[in-house]
């Protein structure tokens, strides 16, 4: 049966997890969306304007890159 409903992604922020889009995950797969809620450390550090991607964007590729062959 083809998708007819598009996936959703969440990915949390600082001073939260995965966890925190339980109640919205469930109510949208039962509409019949595909929901990933991201789950990563919240370790990561690096001296960063607020927009790290912009003033260190080679640290953000190595997350990016570390993290898409785990």
């Known amino acids: 049966m083809p998708r007819t409903k598009k996936s959703i992604v ?3 922020g600082l001073w939260a997890d995965g966890s925190c889009f339980s109640k ?16 990563y450390g919240l370790t990561h550090e690096v001296d ?6 912009l003033s260190q964007p080679g ?3 190595d997350v990016i890159r570390n993290a898409a062959s785990a």
Do not use: D, N, T
Request: some cysteine; charged content about 5%.
């Open 48 to 53: 960063s304007s607020h927009v790290p991607m």
């Open 59 to 61: 640290f953000v590729l």
């Open 24 to 39: 919205l995950i469930v109510p949208l797969q039962a509409e019949g969306y595909e929901c990933i809620a991201a789950q």
């Open 10 to 12: 969440f990915c949390h």
